[in-house]
């Protein structure tokens, strides 16, 4: 079973940055799509991005494109999330998850990660 770790959340103002990571261990293939998801005070968990494990094929959503990026070190078993222009709207606990790219659900999530942006 996959364990996700994620860090380098905190606290940083509007325009700012932040880079979030993502420690995968206990197996993880190259068979797998990585994404990292948020959810807001009383609002539903969105997806951010994913990249896969094989290929580095990445999607965003259209809230973040531009502005974020996602990127993996196969070597070290870590997904990384560059914010950059952060806005009071991606204030947020910021997950890391795990699928098999096949499966149209994810399986393994980390523990989250708060990431505050004040204005």
């Known amino acids: 079973q996959v364990q996700l770790v994620e860090s380098g959340g905190g606290l940083v103002q509007a325009g700012g940055s932040l880079r979030l990571s993502c420690a995968a261990s206990g197996g993880t293939a190259n068979t797998y799509r990585m994404g990292w998801f948020r959810q807001a005070p009383g609002k539903e968990r969105e997806f951010v991005s994913s990249i896969t494990w094989a290929g580095g094929s990445t999607i965003y959503a259209d809230s973040v494109k531009g502005r974020f990026a996602i990127s993996r070190d196969n070597g070290k078993n870590t997904v990384y999330l560059q914010m950059n222009s952060l806005k009071p709207e991606d204030t947020a606990v910021y997950y890391c998850?795990?699928?098999?790219?096949?499966?149209?659900?994810?399986?393994?999530w980390g523990q989250g990660t708060q990431v505050t942006v004040s204005s």
């Open positions: 998850a795990a699928k098999e790219r096949i499966r149209s659900q994810y399986d393994y």
